[in-house]
């Protein structure tokens, strides 16, 4: 019932930037949260960044100052952009979002994006 196409990883260097794009689309009637999420090799899944609406983001520690989420509402699409990117930032990147659906009795849905790469290496 609800999509989302994840683009914009690939291989950087360190120090350099990416930006991933994640678009919504299906039975949608409202998004209240939207964030992105990373999982390294051997690791958990952890939380990137997170955005509930109007200014209310929050950031793992790791990525504050260097990573920035965004969204456009009328797109239903939210962003990350990373700059100053370390090796420890390698990843697969995915997005979340949460909402409610248009189908009768509203209920509520989380999804997840498919994934996309990220390599910072030299």
């Known amino acids: 019932q609800v999509q989302l196409v994840e683009s914009g990883g690939g291989l950087v260097q360190p120090g350099g930037s990416l930006r991933l794009s994640c678009a919504a689309s299906?039975?949608?009637?409202?998004?209240?949260?939207m964030g992105w999420y990373r999982q390294a090799p051997g690791k958990q899944r952890e939380l990137v960044a997170d955005n509930k609406g109007g200014g209310n983001s929050n950031y793992a520690d790791s990525v504050k100052g260097r990573f920035t989420i965004s969204r456009n509402n009328t797109k239903n699409t939210v962003y990350l952009q990373m700059n100053s990117l370390k090796p420890e930032d390698t990843a697969v990147y995915y997005c979340?979002?949460?909402?409610?659906?248009?189908?009768?009795?509203?209920?509520?849905?989380?999804?997840w994006g498919q994934g996309t790469q990220v390599t910072v290496s030299s």
């Open positions: 299906g039975t949608i009637f409202s998004i209240y949260g």
């Open positions: 979340n979002v949460r909402g409610i659906l248009t189908t009768s009795g509203r209920p509520d849905f989380l999804s």
